[in-house]
């Protein structure tokens, strides 16, 4: 069965950083893109990065480029994203989902199979 584990979440001050892992099982890593996505309260779920663990290319949300950056470890089975100077505005739910039509996306519709999601507040 698909799993998708995210961790890593948790509360932090502005300006910081944390670091997101999803930890995926029952599929093969390779034929699947990962994104992240969140969702604060009150507005729709937005992709903020995805990466092909195939050949290793990535996207990222204009709000989040260059403070965060999406990797993968493939023998791991499991993608990072790692979140830096973190904005009271990142607040949300994490998520991370995986599909499997070739051709990156932050379209959260385009998503398979999704985690529960994890935790990020940023306080001021």
């Known amino acids: 069965e698909v799993q998708l584990v995210e961790s890593g979440g948790g509360l932090v001050q502005a300006g910081g950083s944390l670091r997101l892992s999803c930890a995926a099982s029952g599929f093969t890593f390779d034929d699947y893109d990962i994104g992240w996505f969140r969702q604060a309260p009150g507005k729709e779920r937005e992709g903020v990065s995805c990466?092909?663990?195939?050949?290793?290319?990535?996207y990222y949300a204009d709000s989040v480029k260059g403070r965060f950056t999406i990797s993968s470890d493939n023998a791991k089975n499991t993608v990072y994203l790692q979140m830096n100077s973190l904005k009271p505005e990142d607040t949300a739910v994490y998520y991370c989902?995986?599909?499997?039509?070739?051709?990156?996306?932050?379209?959260?519709?385009?998503?398979?199979?999704w985690g529960q999601g994890t935790q990020v507040t940023v306080s001021s």
């Open positions: 990466i092909s663990s195939s050949d290793g290319s990535t």
């Open positions: 989902a995986a599909h499997t039509l070739p051709g990156l996306t932050l379209s959260p519709y385009e998503y398979d199979y």
